[in-house]
């Protein structure tokens, strides 16, 4: 029996993913996720909070996330992060990848080799 179950909540299948990400992070749902799995963070609506979560964004790196979001829009790709935000290179971007960064849904963002920024006119 999960701690959630215990506590008298419903499983996780059963609640909206919101919910389940916020109890999961309060370590309700603990006993229903396999040990050792990152949440998926959304680089495009994550807090700063959020993105310190994710292993190899600190504070700074977090606030400098944000504000050039703020300042450019949403992120495309994790090329276009690596592009727009000073110390995230290309290997620092997939490593943020593989710690459970997204990009709204779209885990891929431009780190299979598919060229980036081909429909734009030059």
Known sequence: MSLATGLGL???GALPAATSVFLARAGLLAGSAA???AL???VNNATQQQL???RGIGPRTAQVIIDERKRGGRYESFE???D???GIGPKKAASLKAAGLTLGGNATGG???VPQNSSQKK
């Open 80 to 82: 276009d992060l690596s």
């Open 10 to 12: 419903p499983a996780a």
């Open 52 to 54: 310190q979560d994710v």
């Open 35 to 37: 040990p050792g799995l």
């Open 111 to 113: 780190l299979q080799g």
């Open 84 to 86: 727009r935000v000073k």
């Open 40 to 42: 998926a963070i959304d």
